[in-house]
């Protein structure tokens, strides 16, 4: 593979002087170009078009790997005994993951941008039906008699029940805050659902996670499993055997509240899965209790950023789970995960980094970005899903060595912004390689958690984390406007303060400051498609320029000034009142609200937070004005 | 065919106290067999506010939560603690899709959904005000009934609409009460009569007392019978709405109105909190006992304790006004009743002293009561 811009970054841990060097180089090459100089051929440069793989799943013969691609729109068919692509089928706009019916003869593949499931005969690779879901379809999966589809709906929060045999959704079911993979029980009688984001607590509070358990024979949830002070649950896979029935379900756990000063010994964020076994509940059980251990994959000096895919060996003996920040597979030896559970209590065990070292029996590298892992029927092969390389690397399990790469037909040259989108996902530029651009911007976007960062008042003037979708047009940066653009955002002073290390170099800030801006925002849900407002949101239009918001939110820039100014929000220990004003695009999307994440929803914004009218004349607004407003602000 | 026990069953069982011949086509489905969840058996508190139930389990609310009763016990008590916005619960619909219920309360609306509840509060969302007495689903819309108008929630886009006297025919925003009839929905305003959506036109219809005065019925069935409308229900099977208010019992079947006044009629008082109706049967939860109309037949029946005798009373009224008296060993845990729920054949009941259970002669020990239904 060749790098289209610049050298390939070292696989390896990264040294500090190196780095020093580099970091230098970087410093001296920006005075002499200036903070906005191009690499030579960038710009005329084509924009060759990626797959991006995302999700795959096997079908029921072993024979063949479907692979879902999220920039290609496509689902691709890959033959394993040839290791060829040798099928694709256009779908919907952003395809995220599939489900193959128990028959093997459909595949259903989530559309996340089109709010459809594109029905695919696995013979013909050919759509044969479009569904419609909720909005922002991800993680699905049929029942086991193939007549049910269950579809989180990432935007909508909730889980479409689809009836496979009219089409027709049953009836949606509440999720949590961005529902993402949905799995079915190896007995058919419950459906998984993980949570990217955590309930929407007070900002003074850890986050807590939810596994939705539903019961497939009432369709309705029996279970919401809380998962304290994780985020960002990825997928989930239940133990096969006499020894399984247990969930694995990869997490991030931030210690958003601890001041962000030091990040070792896992004082700020570590990485690892949640041991679930559950209730077996039925709908509506006074009292299930499913039984939750959080254990962490990190060494204690080196930290594997991004647990995504997860999936067990048939005999239930190993379970890999993949890094995607990493680019590493964890394999996990479940006969020694048992003793750890047995000699390490569940209170203790979150906080100890010394588990992967008893538990992880391979780290083995993969290529950019692996945010799934299959494994083959027969247990001997394993195909890790490599986003950001167009490619799958396969494994020999009963050796643990990579065997080799499948080439997807992606481009064969990175560019600059796929370069950069690389190293949005590449924890090694942080110290320890603790996490990445993309751990706490998940999807491009937020963890929904205030952070502790190293601010005037530590530990105590905690913000919210903001959106990185359709910022290009929208600095100056960070809550107090001191970034005037993302290379000053992003740059050296993030290193030293978050990452803790030397950084990326000039080539490197360049490339990603390249792939954040050219993060798109996603289709608004709430505006119709021909544009026109509903009765209630024309009336909030009026309201929001008759008040006068479009001063600080104009129309024009992205409904943000692009200055600071004080609206009254600033908390006891923040050092000034003034702060940058957010853009309103996506608004829904994007709670909680505020500079510290004290506004858990929009009506907060004014009902709580605003009790001197600083932020807006709306203390004579009635409760229906201000529905209105929230009703306008939604379409923006 | 509904069952219960019926008086030629109960001739060897009762004391009749004023032997009435009834005719067997006349003869009205009786309770003769109670069973009364209070806090000396597990509820949390004595008064209770609303009553819903889904297949074999019963969920109550109350003045100190929310309570799951299952094989005639009381399974489960749900506090604030467990995070109910607040400790009186008013109302409980259920989503008989999802099986998620939705709690009023008087300190906001709650979704309980596997277990944990949801809630939403005026300040945090849009909900028009944090007192709620009652809610209802319909499709895909949640109407709520609070202190300072009505809601309608959409639950798939989260859009609150608010409908009060600033954007509905009505004077006064207390809403009480909400019915899901046919193409419409009613709802019960507490001085300020009944209103009706049309769900195709988006639009509102009042009925209010055409005699305009509180404290006399002037024209008894010419319209609403008073504006102090308390609970309002809907029944699929005659068309017709039927509202509960503090003056009487007013029923519409979209031509004329159907009256009804303690004092010429069994009703056991005027003073009516809730209605509720299955079949022909309308059933009037009131501060003096629980009455309910056979509207085919115009016989009346209503329960009520003995406070002297600690028995069961049930009065018949025949439509030529004689009356029976039946007294039976068990009764009512109070004659103020707040609401009732339909289980089968069977009947719980709120009210300000427990939970009551009318077990009808279909239910038997161990057998459900769809096995019983089927059974038949």
Not at chain 1, 96 to 102: E, F, M, N, Q, Y
Not at chain 1, 182 to 191: F, I
Not at chain 1, 330 to 348: F, G, P
Request: glycine letters at 8%; one cysteine or more.
């Amino acid at each position: 593979m060749k790098l289209h811009l610049s050298a390939p970054t070292p696989q390896g841990p990264v040294r500090s002087s190196a780095l020093v060097s580099v970091c230098l180089l970087a410093v001296v090459l920006s005075l002499a170009l200036g903070s906005r100089a191009q690499a030579p051929g960038t710009r005329n440069a084509p924009s060759p078009s990626y797959l991006t793989p995302v999700a795959a799943k096997i079908s029921p013969d072993g024979i063949k790997l479907y692979v879902v691609c999220e920039d290609a729109d496509a689902v691709l068919a890959v033959d394993l005994p040839t290791q060829r692509v040798i099928k694709k089928v256009a779908v919907g706009h952003k395809p995220k993951d599939l489900a193959v019916s128990p028959d093997g003869k459909t595949l259903y593949v989530s559309n996340e941008w089109s709010d459809t499931v594109s029905v695919i005969d696995s013979a013909t690779f050919q759509v044969r039906r479009t569904l419609a879901t909720g909005w922002g379809p991800r993680g699905l999966t049929t029942d086991r008699a193939g007549k049910t589809l269950y579809v989180a709906n990432s935007i909508g929060n909730d889980v479409s029940v689809l009836d496979l045999t009219t089409g027709a959704e049953r009836k949606r079911l509440t999720a949590l805050r961005s529902p993402h993979y949905v799995q079915l029980s190896r007995d058919g009688r419950y459906v998984y659902v993980s949570n990217i984001l955590a309930h929407l607590e007070s900002a003074d509070e850890s986050p807590i996670s939810e596994l939705m358990v539903i019961d497939t024979r009432a369709q309705t949830v029996a279970e919401r499993i809380l998962i304290p002070e994780v985020l960002e649950l990825r997928h989930v896979a239940e133990a096969p055997g006499p020894q399984g029935g247990y969930l694995l379900v990869p997490f991030l756990r931030p210690k958003n509240l601890n001041p962000l000063i030091q990040v070792d010994n896992g004082w700020i964020l570590t990485h690892g899965v949640a041991v679930i076994r559950p209730a077996k509940a039925n709908p509506g059980d006074t009292a299930p209790h499913s039984q939750v251990t959080q254990l962490l994959l990190d060494d204690i000096d080196r930290y594997y950023a991004g647990a995504d895919g997860v999936a067990f060996t048939p005999d239930g003996r190993y379970a890999l789970v993949t890094h995607a920040d990493a680019a590493t597979l964890s394999v996990i030896d479940t006969k020694l995960l048992a003793q750890r559970l047995h000699r390490v209590s569940a209170a203790e065990l979150p906080n100890r980094l010394d588990t992967a070292r008893q538990i992880v029996v391979h780290r083995l590298s993969t290529q950019a970005n692996p945010t799934d892992v299959v494994v083959a029927p027969n247990g001997r092969t394993a195909y890790v899903v490599n986003r950001l390389d167009d490619s799958l690397t396969v494994v020999d399990i009963p050796q643990f060595q990579i065997r080799g790469r499948i080439d997807l037909g992606g481009p064969k040259e990175i560019t600059a912004l796929r370069q950069g989108e690389q190293l949005f996902h590449d924890a090694k530029f942080c110290f320890q390689g603790q996490f990445a651009c993309a751990t706490c911007h998940p999807d491009n976007h937020i963890d929904g958690v205030a952070w502790n960062l190293e601010t005037p008042q530590l530990g105590r003037d905690r913000v919210a984390n903001r959106t990185l979708r359709g910022i290009a047009e929208t600095a100056p940066f960070k809550w107090n406007g001191h970034n005037p653009d993302l290379e000053t955002q992003c740059g050296p002073r993030i290193a030293k303060f978050l990452f803790h290390s030397e950084g990326f170099n000039h080539q490197q800030l360049e490339n990603l400051v390249a792939f954040i801006k050219s993060i798109p925002l996603p289709p608004n849900r709430h505006l119709a498609a021909d544009g026109e407002l509903t009765a209630s949101q024309d009336r909030g239009r009026t309201i929001f320029f008759q008040k006068g918001c479009d001063t600080c939110h104009p129309p024009e820039s992205h409904y943000t000034a692009k200055k600071s100014f004080d609206v009254g929000t600033a908390a006891k220990y923040d050092t000034s009142g003034m702060f940058d004003v957010p853009q309103l695009d996506r608004i829904y999307e994007k709670p909680p609200y505020l500079h510290n994440g004290e506004a858990r929803t929009l009506e907060e914004i004014w009902t709580i937070y605003n009790p001197a009218d600083r932020h807006g004349f709306t203390s004579d607004m009635s409760k229906e004005q201000l529905n209105d407003l929230v009703e306008f602000l939604k379409t923006l | 065919m509904r069952t219960a026990t019926r008086i030629r069953g109960l001739l060897g069982t009762v004391a009749l106290l004023c032997f009435v011949p009834v005719l067997a086509a006349q003869t009205p489905m009786l309770y003769t067999k109670w069973e009364n969840f209070t806090p000396a058996n597990g509820m949390p508190d004595a008064k209770v506010f609303s009553v819903a139930v889904d297949g074999e389990r019963v969920w109550a609310g109350t003045e100190n939560g929310l309570v799951l009763i299952t094989n005639s016990k009381v399974a489960k008590v749900y506090t604030t603690a467990d995070g109910l916005p607040n400790r009186v619960v008013t109302g409980i619909a259920i989503d008989k899709k999802t099986g998620d219920l939705w709690l009023a309360t008087f300190g906001g609306l709650s979704q309980f959904t596997g277990g944990e509840f949801h809630n939403y509060r005026s300040m945090s969302s849009g909900l028009a005000n944090d007192i709620v007495y009652a809610v209802a689903l319909q499709d895909e819309f949640l109407w709520v009934a609070t202190a300072a108008g009505i809601n309608r929630f959409n639950l798939r886009t989260g859009e609150w609409s608010i409908f009060s006297e600033r954007t509905a025919p009505m004077h006064e925003p207390w809403s009480y009460a909400i019915a899901v009839g046919e193409g419409k929905v009613y709802v019960a305003v507490w001085g300020g009569g009944i209103l009706e959506y049309d769900i195709a036109g988006g639009y509102w219809k009042p009925y209010t007392d055409p005699d305009g005065e509180m404290e006399i019925v002037l024209f008894k069935n010419q319209g609403l019978i008073h504006d102090i409308v308390s609970g309002i229900s809907y029944n699929h099977d005659t068309k017709m709405f039927w509202a509960a208010t503090y003056f009487g019992m007013s029923g519409y079947d979209g031509h004329n109105w159907h009256n009804y006044l303690s004092t010429d009629s069994g009703l056991a008082s005027d003073f009516i909190n809730a209605t509720q109706t299955r079949g022909d049967d309308v059933w009037a939860c009131t501060d003096k006992g629980l009455s309910y109309l056979n509207f085919k037949t115009n016989t009346w029946v209503t329960y009520r304790p003995n406070k002297e005798t600690g028995k069961g009373e049930i009065l018949i009224t025949s439509p030529d006004k004689k009356v029976t008296s039946i007294e039976t060993a068990t009764s009512l845990a109070h004659n103020y009743i707040l609401n009732l729920a339909f289980q089968g054949d069977d009947i719980w009941v709120a009210t300000a002293a427990g939970l009551s259970h009318g077990i009808s002669q279909s239910h038997k020990e161990g057998t459900s009561n769809e096995q019983a239904r089927a059974s038949r």
